[in-house]
């Protein structure tokens, strides 16, 4: 697998030393943006601009200016978020006409006054409806991780935010997260994604899919580059509570989240429980019959068929022929759910929430992969739509219990250096990122200690 950029801490200690300069790191960034294996990652790139950043991030570093640890290092944007004088085509080519933006989105410009240099726009699923990462306009990012020689989906819909981070074109890719899109990708990619309570990062300039489950995120390498910027982009700086492992307790769900384990998946999550009990970390298994009432709840499509429905339904009836069928037939799904259906499944999910929470008080998180499987191959689901939708509902199934718990939600490595990416995902309640992230952060380097001590 390629070689990541260092996290945030080790690259800052070594601009401070002169072993590097943020120009260098641009530079480096640029060049292996060109190659091969950052096909289709990029929908619109601008190193050259970035680079401008960098040196200016340099000079002041020179000259002694404090500087926010982002300063001058690349990050990359999803093709979700306005950029000011840009398309926001949302990877859909029905929006390739679309009026460039006349600002950039609020998380966009928070990024650009914590000084990061912007390096592209980063392809995803059209209209970021599917878990998978496969976008027919545009080309499908291929996992860095298939060194076996087989191309792999990145996950979706974050996909070319994944691989920009994974391949070392970016210390951090700005995404988002409606029912997965941050931690499916860092999940199969073998990096970190944090998908904080949805309220605490304004969505003010993102093309929408959900307007009650998106949530504006980033995945990076580790837990604390995580930290860092959500801090930016939430524009609040998370202070994670961190404990001993010894005094935690973590929940793993008897029901749903554990079910159709793919032998990879099974043996890195057993491996990962080992180290976190012979760490001293107290693991429950517990009931959680909310779970099994997801599928019922959601059965005609949920909150994000009904208002996609309700922002694509006078394009479709234009340009259905330009959108991407399987998204198109996703969208379809919200024209049946009547005004009534949608206020009941609202109200649903306050009731859902309020259970959950009481269920979940006396645990710091709740454990479980983040996906099922290792990442499949990407030819059979170009053509196959029964295997395709099979494999998204599985992608899907873990991580959008959280966003329907209105919850925060982390997904980090546990697979061993010999094996494809594997995801743990440490999950809690709304507004409870503070709690979640100090946990994550203690046990991080439990679960894979491997691809920390580098």
């Not at 005004?339 to 979940?360: K, P, Q, T």
């Amino acid at each position: 697998m390629p070689e990541m950029l260092p996290d945030l801490d080790t690259l800052n200690t070594r601009l401070r030393e002169g072993a590097t300069s943020r120009a260098q790191i641009i530079e480096q960034a640029a060049a292996a943006a060109a190659g091969p294996a950052a096909e289709a990652v990029f929908l619109h790139s601008t190193f050259e601009a970035a680079a401008q950043v960098a040196r200016a991030a340099d000079a002041a570093s020179r000259a002694g200016k404090p500087l926010h640890p982002l300063a001058g290092l690349p990050v990359s944007v999803k093709d979700l978020y306005d950029i000011a004088g840009e398309v926001t085509r949302a990877a859909s080519v029905a929006r390739q006409d679309a009026q460039p933006a006349a600002a950039d989105a609020t998380v966009v410009a928070r990024l650009r006054q914590a000084g990061a240099a912007i390096v592209g726009r980063t392809n995803m699923t059209e209209f970021a409806f599917s878990g998978v990462g496969i976008n027919p306009h545009f080309g499908t990012p291929v996992n860095p991780a298939g060194a076996d020689g087989v191309a792999r989906i990145p996950g979706g819909s974050s996909s070319g935010a994944a691989v920009s981070v994974a391949l070392g074109l970016a210390v951090a890719a700005l995404g988002s997260d409606t029912g997965g899109s941050i931690r499916i990708p860092a999940a199969l990619c073998g990096i970190t994604g944090f998908k904080p309570t949805a309220r605490r990062v304004p969505l003010t300039g993102a093309f929408p899919l959900s307007y009650t489950l998106d949530t504006a995120c980033a995945m990076a390498r580790t837990v604390g580059d995580c930290v860092a910027v959500d801090s930016v982009i939430a524009d609040s700086a998370v202070i994670p509570r961190v404990t001993s492992p010894t005094a935690m307790r973590l929940a793993i769900p008897r029901q749903y989240l554990l079910d159709d384990l793919d032998p990879v998946v099974a043996r890195a999550f057993d491996r990962a429980l080992g180290r976190l009990s012979a760490a001293g970390v107290q693991l429950e298994h517990v009931d959680l019959p909310e779970l099994g009432e997801l599928a019922g709840l959601n059965a005609q499509g949920g909150f994000s068929s009904a208002e996609a429905y309700a922002i694509h339904r006078r394009m479709l009836a234009t340009r259905r022929e330009l959108y991407d069928p399987r998204v198109a037939s996703r969208i379809d799904r919200g024209a049946n759910i009547s005004a009534a259906d949608y206020i009941d499944l609202g109200r649903a999910r306050l009731d859902w929430i309020a259970r959950m929470e009481a269920r979940l008080a006396r645990f710091d998180a709740v454990v479980c992969p983040t996906v099922p499987m290792v990442a499949p191959e990407i030819a059979p689901l170009r053509t196959d739509d029964a295997q395709f939708f099979r494999v998204n509902a599985l992608l899907l199934r873990n991580t959008s219990a959280f966003n329907f718990f209105d919850g925060c939600s982390i997904s980090l490595p546990c697979h061993a250096p010999d094996e494809l990416p594997v995801g743990l995902m440490l999950s809690h309640g709304p507004m409870r990122d503070a709690d979640l992230l100090g946990t994550a952060l203690a046990l991080e380097r439990i679960v894979q200690p491997s691809q920390r001590d580098d």
